[in-house]
């Protein structure tokens, strides 16, 4: 009787471990598999690449590597010498066309006061003339205020707020218009992306809440989601230049999940919590309520 008892007691044990391991695997599959978490998520932001639009020598260097900046804040100069003497050519240029202009006025009102002096071919040339002589100035003043356009473009300014990074420009440096010298990271744009597998995106919505912790840093972070990327590039298929698609012969039966990216904004940063783009962080989706959407709590999977 006792050894029956000891018997049932050991099966009964037995089936419960059973039985709660199996639970608790299914559990883990659904938490790996469906609940909305990921690991893969990243601190991203807008680069700015900042490019002069006039061309020229770098006079000076206004920041330092890793300085940040507000919009509107001087970062570098070009050498302005030869833009100063295209204004004053400009404005020369402006001056003679007013002149010309003015004295072109002047005859064609004597023509018109003439009728009876002077043929109707004259008094029409005298008026073409002063036609021409409007048009030329009215060139010289867009000349003379490109030329004063370009002089206020060599100094050149932080478009953003954020912070000059891997800043590599000496004074002496020959910069074309339009070649891109400064990389300006864009405070105000900074975000969380994380890559949910799509597996995950049903239970994602715009507008959740999300909790974010980053590698090596005690806070966690809060946040929402603001949108959900449309599209991804599909590895299997490119287009050729006959227009048809040219898709992979070959099929892995083993499916990986595709990652989407997820935009999230961050609601609030503390003072003592760095953000720098580029670094790794966990994210849970959380209900609209704050409370945990998966099987398991943020606590057990960061």
Do not use: C
């Not at 060599?154 to 020959?174: C, M, R």
């Not at 994602?204 to 840093?217: A, E, F, K, S, Y």
């Not at 698609?245 to 961050?266: D, G, K």
């Amino acid at each position: 009787m006792t050894v029956s008892f000891r018997s049932f007691v050991r099966v009964l044990v037995t089936l419960i471990v059973v039985a709660g391991a199996v639970v608790a695997g299914v559990e883990l599959w659904r938490h790996y598999m469906d609940d909305p978490w990921t690991r893969d998520a990243k601190v991203r932001a807008d680069v700015v690449g900042v490019a002069p639009d006039v061309s020229g020598f770098v006079s000076e260097v206004l920041v330092k590597d890793n300085q940040t900046v507000k919009a509107g804040d001087i970062l570098f100069r070009i050498d302005n010498a030869r833009y100063k003497i295209a204004l004053e050519q400009a404005e020369a240029t402006v001056d003679q066309k007013l002149a010309t202009h003015e004295q072109a006025v002047r005859d064609r009102d004597r023509y018109d006061k003439l009728t009876n002096v002077v043929s109707q071919q004259q008094a029409e040339q005298a008026r073409a003339t002063e036609a021409t002589a409007a048009a030329a100035y009215r060139e010289a003043v867009a000349s003379r205020d490109l030329a004063k356009l370009n002089l206020e473009r060599t100094e050149i300014k932080a478009p953003v707020n954020g912070v000059v990074t891997n800043l590599n420009l000496q004074p002496g440096d020959y910069i074309a218009q339009g070649s891109a010298k400064v990389a300006l990271v864009d405070t105000d744009s900074l975000r969380i992306e994380g890559y949910f597998e799509e597996t995950k995106l049903s239970r994602i919505n715009v507008g959740d809440p999300v909790r974010i912790r980053l590698m090596g840093q005690s806070h966690d972070l809060k946040g929402r989601v603001v949108s959900i990327a449309a599209g991804i590039v599909d590895r299997e298929r490119s287009d050729e230049a006959g227009l048809l698609a040219n898709v992979t012969p070959t099929f892995s039966w083993v499916r990986l999940a595709q990652r989407v990216p997820v935009r999230i904004v961050l609601d609030e940063v503390p003072a003592d919590v760095k953000l720098v783009a580029g670094l790794t962080a966990t994210v849970q989706v959380m209900n609209s309520d704050g409370s945990d959407k998966g099987v398991r709590s943020f606590l057990s999977w960061r």
